[in-house]
């Protein structure tokens, strides 16, 4: 198993940044396949970004892309979310999550594919 911890949330105006993180324990990290998902307060959690286990096909809900990138660093053993034009509706507590499903270059958009979990991290965006 693997421990996640999110951080680098915080309060921004409309069209800031925040580069969040996600530290994993475990030397094993480079086997898991990675997501970020988030969710607002009275809405289901949705996926926001997913990347494989050696950081290709990077894949992104529709609502983030182009403003968002994730990226990993496995010697580092973490995992980024840099989050750009921010806006209100990105207003969440954004999760990190891990899998060590599938083969190297696969990713996953679902939640029900992801075993770990973080804690979490509030993202607060002001009009």
């Known amino acids: 198993q693997v421990q996640l911890v999110e951080s680098g949330g915080g309060l921004v105006q409309a069209g800031g940044s925040l580069r969040l993180s996600c530290a994993a324990s475990g030397r094993t990290f480079s086997r898991y396949a990675m997501g970020w998902f988030r969710q607002a307060p009275g809405k289901e959690r949705e996926f926001v970004a997913a990347l494989s286990r050696i950081g290709s096909s990077p894949y992104y809900a529709d609502s983030v892309q182009g403003r968002f990138t994730i990226s990993r660093d496995n010697a580092k053993n973490t995992v980024y979310l840099q989050t750009n034009s921010l806006k209100p509706e990105d207003t969440a507590v954004y999760y990190c999550?891990?899998?060590?499903?599938?083969?190297?270059?696969?990713?996953?958009?679902?939640?029900?594919?992801?075993?770990?979990w973080g804690q979490g991290t509030q993202v607060t965006v002001s009009s």
């Open positions: 999550a891990a899998t060590a499903s599938g083969s190297s270059g696969r990713v996953y958009g679902n939640s029900d594919d992801y075993s770990y």
